[in-house]
């Protein structure tokens, strides 16, 4: 049972593994018991790695598994759940819990509810995107994390755009920050000429993100190219690596392509790159993106989801159609050519640019849709109110 006098918010999710949408609940939720709410996590299949986060910053996590999204015992259980946890609000995730977390809430007589979509296409199936669109109008609203999906969600479920308010991802500007001295002991690390350009692909090794095309726009950059030729380090893991390796192992600049896996220390690579890299096929809002610009790099972007509404402006980076190989290959090369003094010049308005999208604004919106919902204002508490 709830012991807090304020009131509680129930997010539900389908598990906590270590992913930019769940990274973004660890940093939120405690940051909103901070304004006056009481939040809570329910995972509907299993609770994953960042469970633990969110219990030492001191948000309960619970596992609650729910078979199917339409599964009857699984909406009642959700719906006691709410119930004997006095959720004030609901707030799902992802298609896999917006649908059983919408229908259990309405169940249970929760006053506000909402659901979220953090991509374009969510929906797999002309069925999925029926069920979404007749549980969606049970909702106070249903969050979109970029103009681009806040689109596609009211186009495809035929919504109002009063239905669907723009909620963008936000990032901690002051742990992403520029600090050369950190970027500079990894380029060390990884033997990383001073006076090449470093573009950094910060990405899963999957199509979704395009790593192929990527990769042969990178090689064939460096064709007839004048010293220091650029370098490409990957920071992701997924199963198309061992053939991105060896196409990259056959190119004739071998040496020049850096396969890191998943790592755990984003902010030192950011800071040892020049360019951020990320030409995807599909995008909600790179939360890699912000923080790239937040550490005063310029990005070169696909034209995808909310990645022009990030890189809105020649002064942080460039954007091409996705899918343009030629485009890419010719942004990768006027890059290089700026060289690493021309890069490092735009880190002011990178990082300008990159505050408009501070973790601090998303929890205020945040709190503020709640309040709005409820009809309520409640007590901010936390030490986080200090800096405001």
């Given amino acids: 049972m709830n012991a807090s006098p304020n009131p509680v918010v129930v997010r539900v999710i389908t598990w906590l593994p270590v992913g930019g949408i769940e990274r973004r609940m660890v940093a939120v939720l405690p940051r909103l018991r901070d304004r006056g709410w009481s939040p ?45 946890h006095k959720a004030a609000i609901v707030h799902s995730h992802m298609y896999r819990s917006n649908v059983p977390g919408t229908m259990a809430a309405r169940l249970a007589g929760i006053p506000a509810i909402f659901g979220q979509v953090h991509n374009v296409g969510t929906w797999a199936t002309r069925r999925q995107r029926l069920v979404e669109a007749m549980v969606a109008r049970l909702r106070n609203g249903t969050f979109a994390v970029s103009k681009a999906v806040q689109q596609d969600v009211m186009t495809r479920l035929r919504l109002p755009e009063e239905k669907v308010p723009l909620l963008y991802n936000g990032i901690d500007t002051d742990l992403f920050q520029p600090s050369p001295e950190r970027g500079t002991r990894l380029r060390e690390e990884l033997g990383l000429p001073d006076d090449a350009v470093v573009f950094l692909v910060p990405a899963r090794l999957h199509q979704q993100k395009n790593p192929d095309g990527t ?3 990178a090689i064939d950059a460096m064709k007839g190219q004048d010293d220091p030729l650029p370098h490409f380090v990957l920071a992701g893991e997924g199963k198309l690596r061992e053939g991105l390796e060896r196409q990259a192992a056959e190119s004739p600049h071998p040496g020049h392509f850096h396969f890191l896996g998943a790592r755990d220390d984003m902010i030192d690579l950011y800071n040892a790159a020049d360019v951020i890299l990320l030409s995807s096929f599909k995008e909600g809002f790179s939360n890699a993106i912000v923080e790239g610009l937040s550490c005063g790099k310029p990005c070169l972007v696909s034209d995808v989801g909310g990645n022009r509404e990030a890189v809105s402006s020649g002064k942080v980076g460039w954007v091409h159609a996705s899918g343009d190989g030629e485009a890419l290959l010719e942004q990768i090369i006027e890059a290089t050519r700026r060289g690493r003094a021309g890069l490092s010049a735009m880190a002011g308005d990178c990082r300008a640019q990159a505050l408009l999208f501070s973790i601090d604004r998303l929890v205020e919106q945040t709190s503020d849709f709640y309040a709005r919902a409820l009809g309520c204002a409640p007590k901010q508490t936390g030490s986080s109110l200090a800096s405001e």
């Fill in 215 to 217: 990769l042969q726009a």
């Fill in 40 to 84: 809570r996590v329910v995972c509907i299949r299993e609770e994953g790695p960042l469970a633990a986060d969110l219990r030492d910053a001191g948000i309960p996590v619970d596992v609650l598994p729910v078979k199917s999204r339409l599964s009857p015992t699984g909406i009642r259980a959700l719906s006691r759940y709410f119930t004997e």
